[in-house]
């Protein structure tokens, strides 16, 4: 079937928004079209220049005969920023205190468009790292996991507290819950991470780091490397000691009183981050 | 920004595959590219097309002054069929077969993008349903729910088997499990439902039915209404009496053998639900 550059360009964007950081050829373009290369490379240069003008992402070109051109998703400071404060501004509501200092964010995690803004935002910060896979601890991290997951083409792995049947042979191990100080059991299938797999952890909370801790330990029974770890909320209330070192966090909870029912919410590291990226990319470029 | 017909149909493809059963004005698209009206409606016509063309889904136009255009997602029945036999071809491997008959299938639920695919199966045949939320129980009917709910444009509800802090008050109820006739307790937070909501029921598996009827007793208690139940695989193995009587599944098991190690595994009923609607369809017309 022949298109149009019009109807292509509609027809290439939503393939290409449909299989981020997945390599697409030409040759598949042209044969979908019926069009000459040539046509099909100007086509995939107006998408990258809309992409990167309307903050969408990017696209890379590979060279050569395996190569190709792939959507890579980024979201740009200003994007990141905007959302940012709207969810401190949402979650600053004194109505989600909970006993015990958490936090209720069923609403914001079963909204799946805003799930998926703050997926986008983790999988940019990932983007140009080799991730095999995205973990996460059942129940509340699954959806944010999978959205992080869907933009960078990769399964997700899920940590169980428990046992099910459905799951087949598992890995066990005990941890200590970092704010309780109880010892807990966390267990995952064993056919669902490969030895050696490059892992992202993704989670919605964090106070002193013990499940996610727990996950890092289960990193070394599948002999697995950990690239990052990545959480929505995090908490420095009644913590003693941090037991996570790097993470990156979009929101930070400073100041949590349940009896006065007040709770102070600032930006998480993320900023922070990039900056330190940025100071880096400025130091590479100096040398 | 001035932008011309080639930036357009990529922004705005981008924008409406974002934001599905979602109403966007034309002024929003007008003022959103410093185009005149009349462009804008030539442009939706392209993607329109495009869209139908290559089974994406269809632009709908809601005329008047609160009116515009929105994104509904549509499978068509061969794309349906040729991904129902995918998951066919997978799901019979020996291999899957756990204890009691039940299947492993956490890398199919693991793996973004099939579940998208199956998400917007199901999203497409309760496209013109008023619905207001999805529900699922915890924990891998959670990503299929979100892929669902996110073609819908609806929030997500999780039902949970244990209480959690982090969820405020709840309410829960016993039900009878169908295969294993255990009382089991579920429970759901009281504020992620609001009374009277519409309320599509999605989960991954489906023996004789007894979490999915005990969601349905759920509902109840919220005074919510049930719009439809959609399960990925169904089996009839060791069934004496199905607790659900209307549902849509994908994949059938019809006969699993754990001693012998196989299983046989059908297309669902999707497609004889697919022409009972056509022929509802012809006798509508015939009046």
Request: net charge negative; hydrophobic share 40%; aromatic share 6%.
């Amino acid at each position: 079937m022949k298109f149009r550059r019009s109807g292509r360009l509609v027809d290439m964007t939503n393939h290409l928004l449909l299989h981020p950081q997945h390599l697409v050829s030409l040759t598949f373009f042209a044969e979908r079209y019926d069009s000459a290369k040539s046509s099909i490379s100007e086509d995939l240069t107006i998408i990258k220049q809309t992409f990167e003008q309307q903050g969408i992402g990017t696209l890379v070109t590979v060279a050569g005969a395996a190569g190709g051109v792939k959507y890579v998703p980024l979201v740009g400071e200003e994007e990141a920023n905007s959302l940012v404060q709207t969810l401190c501004g949402v979650i600053a509501n004194p109505d989600r205190l909970l006993p015990g200092g958490y936090l209720y964010l069923t609403d914001i995690l079963g909204n799946p468009n805003m799930v998926s803004q703050i997926g986008k935002i983790f999988a940019s910060i990932y983007a140009n790292r080799k991730i095999d896979v995205v973990m996460t601890v059942a129940t509340k991290g699954i959806p944010l996991a999978y959205a992080v997951a869907s933009f960078l083409d990769v399964p997700v792995v899920i940590v169980r507290r428990d046992t099910k049947v459905t799951e087949g042979p598992t890995v066990s191990i005990n941890y200590v819950s970092g704010s309780t100080k109880r010892i807990q059991t966390m267990v995952l299938a064993k056919r669902s991470l490969q030895e050696g797999s490059n892992v992202l952890i993704i989670d919605d909370f964090m106070k002193a780091g013990g499940t996610i801790n727990g996950m890092v330990s289960m990193l070394e029974e599948f002999k697995a490397t950990l690239v990052g770890i990545g959480v929505l909320v995090e908490s420095d209330e009644d913590i003693e000691e941090r037991l996570v070192d790097e993470y990156i966090s979009l929101v930070k909870l400073t100041d949590v009183n349940v009896k006065e029912k007040q709770i102070e919410v600032s930006e998480g590291n993320y900023f922070s981050y990039l900056n330190e990226i940025k100071i880096e990319d400025e130091q590479e470029e100096e040398k």
